[in-house]
């Protein structure tokens, strides 16, 4: 059993910065991929970034690509988000999320099987 505990949501304007954290308890986390997800008022959760248990594989999706970095400290157990130049459009909640390491379907929310509560992020312009 995994728990997820998001922090590090707030308001920020455009162009400003936030950095996210998820802290993790739970046995197995140091072999699980860690993902973050975003979901906007009246739109479909989407992904955002995740890093495979080794830190080996890391995707981004394209909105975000060049603008926020995913990183994890096994030793800590947490999982970071930073994101800069940030825009209104990345106002949602986020969500970090853990899954048992796989090779494949790294993006696809229905393969994460733990999920935290949410944190929000509000960008204003």
């Known amino acids: 059993q995994v728990q997820l505990v998001e922090s590090g949501g707030g308001l920020v304007q455009a162009g400003g910065s936030l950095r996210l954290s998820c802290a993790a308890s739970g046995r197995t986390f140091s072999t699980y991929d860690m993902g973050w997800f975003r979901q906007a008022p009246g739109k479909e959760r989407e992904f955002v970034a995740v890093q495979s248990w080794s830190g080996v594989v890391t995707y981004y999706a394209d909105s975000v690509k060049g603008r926020f970095t995913i990183s994890r400290d096994n030793a800590k157990n947490t999982v970071a988000l930073q994101m800069n130049s940030l825009k209104p459009e990345d106002t949602a909640v986020y969500y970090c999320?853990?899954?048992?390491?796989?090779?494949?379907?790294?993006?696809?929310?229905?393969?994460?099987?733990?999920w935290g509560q949410g944190t929000q992020v509000t960008v204003s312009s």
């Open positions: 999320a853990a899954r048992k390491t796989y090779y494949t379907d790294y993006a696809l929310a229905a393969r994460y099987d733990y």
